[in-house]
């Protein structure tokens, strides 16, 4: 499975950086926020625009997204 770990990257690089990372890579994928509520809201937005969820990849592991298809 395919990560982009955002560790690092500022708030107003990370549409672009998964903007690029999702229409690269096929779901499942794996997305990084760490515990940054900007962070993952910033993910969500770029995941809506493209028909995709993401969900915590564990319950103790909130940081980390597991991404999929949103099915019909």
């Known amino acids: 499975m395919e990560t982009l770990d955002l560790h690092g990257i500022r708030h107003h ?11 690269r890579n096929d779901v499942p994928l794996r997305i990084i ?18 028909g995709l969820c993401g ?11 597991i991404i999929r298809e949103i099915l019909p």
């Open 13 to 23: 690089q990370v549409i672009r950086k998964v903007e690029e990372f999702v229409l």
């Open 33 to 50: 926020t760490g515990n940054s509520l900007i962070m993952r809201s910033l993910v969500r937005e770029v995941l809506d625009g493209h």
């Open 55 to 65: 969900e915590p990849e564990s319950d103790w592991n909130l940081g980390s997204l």
